[in-house]
């Protein structure tokens, strides 16, 4: 069974992983909500659900091996990877350009799930994907907790594959110049000021 988007939220409510009130993003933009997957993902028992809900998408002979995009993507790629009981392993930027390294190695024809955490504009993944077709694998899926991008990034995936994110988060922001929050009078908070980041 599915997570309801109910029980979703309940689990980043009570993390503490999405707040909120009047924030400044990273961007420079304003928003009234902020989340960082990081702090849900803390959680064994919250880890366990949310990847879970990935993972009862694809049949374990389905899929051969799990790549994620560091950093991000680690921690969901791991807890997907061992429930399916197949091995994981992870891609990291090295002088701007995303690699595999550290002795990993993808067959041709090997099934792909590549997993992330958030997806805003789908850069990490698509860098990832590139990877597995540049070595003659298919991407059998992507899998990946928060999609923010309102449901607009579309992957590239082989034949029979599935694109599934937990849950769908559009975010609102706002130039500051324009933010209704700011015209409330809203105290801003950067995010990571209150140990949040
Ligand atoms: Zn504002």
């Known amino acids: 069974m599915s997570l ?6 309940a689990m980043f409510r009570e993390s503490g992983a999405l707040l909120e009130g009047h924030f400044r993003l990273t961007s420079g933009l304003h928003s009234g909500q902020y989340f960082q997957c990081a702090k849900v993902l803390q959680y064994p028992e919250f880890c366990e659900a949310l990847c879970g809900d990935i993972s009862r998408i694809f049949e374990p002979e389905a899929v051969d091996l799990v790549v994620a995009p560091a950093l991000g993507g680690i921690v969901v790629g791991q807890e997907v990877g061992r429930q399916l009981r197949v091995r ?6 090295s ?4 690699q595999l390294r550290r002795g990993f190695s993808i067959k041709p024809g090997e099934r792909v799930l590549v997993c992330e955490d958030v997806v805003t504009t789908g850069g990490s993944v698509n860098e990832v994907i590139e990877i597995v077709r540049g070595m003659g694998a298919l991407v059998a899926g992507v899998g990946y907790i928060v999609d923010r991008s309102g449901g607009k990034v579309r992957f590239a995936i082989d034949e029979g594959g599935v694109q599934h994110p937990v849950m769908t988060m559009s ?7 324009q933010c209704p929050l700011c015209k409330d009078g809203l105290a801003l908070v950067k995010p990571g000021s209150r140990g949040n980041s």
């Open 4 to 9: 309801s988007r109910d029980r979703v939220l």
């Open 88 to 93: 994981t392993m992870f891609t990291e930027r």
């Open 95 to 98: 002088e701007g350009t995303m």
């Open 171 to 177: 975010v609102e922001a706002f130039q500051p110049e």
